[in-house]
């Protein structure tokens, strides 16, 4: 059993998934167009809809972080609900990631130690997602 955050996006799911696969240094991501998916007349799609990420999938310290564009018709709201937490011993892991989601971001509280971590960041990315990243004992 696992508890696995999932990440919707307006149009740009593809480019933020290759965006955390970089930072993270992970393999491709694993991906699923709406087209790809088995036809639903219930729910007819046009070509620019068909081009959308239904499901998009990365592997980051053993914790699959999913993620999907939301199609035409549902809304997304993106603000400040979320945020994905990244846990461990690494400081340099920490500093690269840290410095990765810099890259368009914005930074909420810069690298520091704190009372529960030897190392606490918190960045807002360019797609707006907040990440937390804790150097743990």
């Given at each position: 059993?696992?508890?696995?955050?999932?990440?919707?996006?307006?149009?740009?799911?593809?480019?933020?998934?290759?965006?955390y696969?970089?930072?993270?240094?992970?393999?491709?991501?694993?991906?699923?167009?709406?087209?790809?998916?088995?036809?639903?007349?219930?729910?007819?799609?046009?070509?620019?809809?068909?081009?959308?990420?239904?499901?998009?999938?990365?592997?980051?310290?053993g914790?699959?972080?999913?993620?999907?564009?939301?199609?035409?018709g549902?809304?997304?709201v993106?603000?400040?609900?979320?945020?994905?937490?990244?846990?461990?011993k690494?400081?340099?892991?920490?500093?690269?990631?840290?410095?990765?989601?810099?890259?368009?971001?914005?930074?909420?509280?810069?690298?520091?130690?704190?009372?529960?971590?030897?190392?606490?960041?918190?960045?807002?990315?360019?797609?707006?997602?907040?990440?937390?990243?804790?150097?743990?004992?």
């Amino acid at each position: 059993m696992s508890v696995n955050p999932y990440l919707n996006f307006q149009g740009n799911c593809r480019e933020a998934v290759e965006f955390y696969a970089k930072v993270f240094g992970t393999a491709p991501p694993r991906v699923t167009t709406f087209g790809e998916a088995p036809p639903n007349l219930a729910f007819p799609m046009d070509e620019a809809t068909k081009s959308l990420i239904m499901h998009a999938e990365i592997d980051v310290m053993g914790t699959a972080l999913m993620f999907s564009d939301v199609p035409p018709g549902m809304s997304l709201v993106v603000g400040n609900n979320l945020s994905v937490t990244i846990q461990t011993k690494d400081a340099q892991d920490i500093r690269r990631w840290f410095n990765g989601m810099k890259d368009g971001g914005k930074v909420m509280m810069d690298l520091a130690p704190q009372p529960w971590a030897k190392l606490y960041g918190f960045v807002t990315d360019k797609f707006g997602v907040g990440w937390q990243f804790n150097q743990t004992e």
